[in-house]
């Protein structure tokens, strides 16, 4: 070997053992040291079960693939299925869902499926819950509605929140190996491509593989499921149209659509009733939208992503007592120090989130707010007791930034917190009372630096050129006022509701 070679060789070497001391300081038992040991005090005091925490772990935000996610791992379910939805929408992603669901309940996998009882009497679920009393009959399929407003209608007299809650909590757990939870319920507004809908949210999900993430999220489900007020669905008595059918047909229409092989013909199929060839061109009509999701075949749930440390943490309806979400999330503020990157839909802050927050600016942390404006909002209360605090926030809290969604076309579902880059927090909760002190909420909170970083670059290309920023100063005697606001770029009619639902300050605890 020559000397030049040789020496190069020594050269290669030092700088693999330099490489390897450098690592060793940064990993300790698969993880990566954090960067702010706070956070890392505030992460290992929640409690989350014994076992490892280990999992694997991918963030969906594209709407397509979040939906081949769910699809995907209902299709390869083979022992159980726990699912629980806010909603599940009339719509042929809903129908289709209940299709695919039903179909595994005949291959002999015990699901168990809930909804909210509110919801599932809303027009959201308009003739769902005739579809839901069919497959009611079948063979390990159990359905259940979440608190009951019938076997709960005392506490309209005793607790008026109790009556109102909901479970928001969205959870799928398959063979207790594989599970996901975010923001997305079960709609084409949430899984559609941009452009392809009326209304097409901007979400998150985190999809994961471990045993104890699935037996924390099943601990999480159990919770809700076993409420005592709950409503068993039961099959129909007497069944005037039959909806299994319809449901089938869904499934049907969504898997081969989903594949990229396009729409059904009806003389495919020519054993179908006259109801039933209607339905079909009323699905056919209605998924030949959706270009977004026709690359199925393509997808794959995992593409080499590495398991990093997730701990579950729940929160109970005020059915219940168990709130472990809010105490994390205030651990989480108190121990920034650098950065916390909000993105969330309806920013309604309670007391103990303001202080936090106030906190933090204190400290000199960058604080990022990316929510909605009455402009792209779903719902105006949110936005009309928003527009009470901003000023005053802004002004208490310096190192505040508060980007808005203008319009519908940029409108916000997502629940994402991120903290120093380095703790992740992705699930139901939104930063307003309801999910506070009302419903049920579930997050997964992901420990890990290269994690942390990739979701808050997503975010922020998600902010880019979609936003516009809200300002306050204080005027010549010291009071907060506006520099740029609603009012600046909302038309005058949503404005002047905002105003009226700013006047209604009762209803603030239950939005």
């Known amino acids: 070997m020559s000397y030049r070679r040789s020496q190069g060789l020594v050269s ?3 700088v693999a053992v330099v490489v390897l001391v450098a690592w060793s300081g940064l990993v300790r038992a698969g993880e990566i040291v954090p960067t702010n040991p706070a956070l890392v005090k505030a992460f290992e005091a929640i409690q989350a079960g014994d076992g490892d925490l280990m999992t694997q772990v991918r963030f969906l935000w594209k709407n ?3 939906w081949y996610a769910r699809w995907k791992m209902i299709e390869d379910a083979r022992q159980t299925i ?3 939805y806010f909603i599940i929408d009339k719509d042929i992603f809903g129908q289709a869902f209940l299709g ?3 179909k595994k309940a005949r291959q002999g996998v015990k699901i168990r499926l809930m909804c909210d009882w509110r919801i599932a009497h809303s027009g959201y679920m308009k003739g769902v819950m005739d579809k839901l009393q069919e497959m009611a009959a079948l063979p ?10 019938v076997k709960n209608l005392a506490s309209l007299f005793t607790d008026f929140k109790k009556l109102v809650a909901n479970n928001h909590d969205k959870i799928i757990i398959v063979d207790g190996q594989t599970c996901i939870t975010g923001g997305r319920n079960i709609g084409a507004d949430y899984y559609a491509g941009e452009g392809e809908y009326e209304i097409v949210y901007r979400d998150s999900d985190i999809l994961m593989r471990g045993t104890l993430a699935c037996q924390q999220l099943k601990k999480a489900f159990d919770e809700e499921w076993n409420y005592l007020k709950n409503t068993v669905v039961k099959p129909d008595r007497i069944n005037l ?7 089938d047909l869904a499934y049907r229409v969504m898997s081969r659509y989903m594949q990229g092989r396009g729409l059904y013909n009806p003389e495919e199929l020519p054993t179908l009733s006259d109801k039933l060839r209607q339905a079909l061109e009323e699905m056919n009509k209605e998924i030949a939208k959706f270009k977004n999701i026709s690359s199925y075949a393509a997808f794959e749930l995992w593409r080499g992503e590495r398991a990093k440390p997730v701990k579950i943490i729940d929160k109970t309806a005020k059915t219940g007592s168990l709130n472990g979400i809010t105490p994390a999330l205030i651990s989480f503020i108190d121990a920034a120090k650098d950065e916390i990157l909000i993105q969330n839909p309806y920013v309604v802050l309670t007391e103990a989130a303001e202080a936090a927050l106030e906190r933090a600016s204190k400290r000199g942390v960058k604080i990022i707010f990316h929510s909605n404006s009455g402009g792209s909002t779903d719902s105006l209360f949110p936005q009309a007791f928003l527009m009470n605090d901003l000023d005053r926030l802004l002004i208490k809290m ?12 940029e409108r916000l579902h997502s629940k994402v917190f991120v903290f120093d880059r380095q703790i992740t927090v992705v699930g139901s909760y939104n930063m307003d009372p309801l999910s506070e002190q009302i419903n049920s909420e579930v997050v997964a909170a992901v420990h890990d630096k290269q994690f942390g970083t990739m979701v808050a670059l997503r975010t922020w290309k998600d902010i880019e050129g979609r936003v516009v920023e809200y300002k306050a100063k204080l005027d010549e005697r010291g009071r907060p006022v506006t520099v740029f606001g609603p009012k600046d770029h909302l038309p005058p009619e949503i404005i002047r509701k905002m105003n009226l639902m700013r006047k209604i300050g009762w ?5």
């Open 82 to 84: 726990d699912c629980t």
């Open 12 to 14: 290669l070497v030092l």
């Open 64 to 66: 397509d693939e979040a």
């Open 100 to 102: 695919l669901l039903a």
């Open 398 to 409: 310096p190192t505040c930034r508060f980007l808005v969604a203008p319009t519908h076309k």
């Open 241 to 247: 149209e039959d909806q299994s059918a319809r449901i």
């Open 507 to 511: 209803i603030r605890p239950l939005i």
């Open 140 to 149: 390990n399929l159990q359905i259940k509605l979440y608190n009951s407003c």
